[in-house]
């Protein structure tokens, strides 16, 4: 499976994934764009991404989910 990158952000002078398209287009979310629109810290955030309750992928060692699979940790699916 081919992952696009589709754009960089600078951040501390590294360039770092803004976000990412998977083959079906599907956008990615980070887990700092996660910790704007949730009421849980970074840390956080990725404990549950490592503990499986949200389902994600690991890429260039940050964590990512899709929209679909948030909403279905939301809703407790």
Excluded: C, D, H
Excluded at 50 to 69: A, C, L, P, T
Aim: no cysteine; glycine share 6%; net charge positive.
């Amino acid at each position: 499976m081919k992952i696009k990158l589709i754009t960089l952000e600078k951040y501390n002078g590294k360039e770092s994934i803004k976000s990412i398209l998977m083959p079906n287009n599907e956008e990615l979310l980070s887990v700092k764009e996660l910790e704007q629109w949730l009421p849980w810290k970074a840390a956080n955030i990725r404990r549950l991404f490592r503990s499986g309750k949200i389902k994600g992928r690991k890429v260039y060692k940050e964590w990512y989910v899709s929209r679909e699979n948030l909403y279905n940790f939301l809703s407790g699916k």
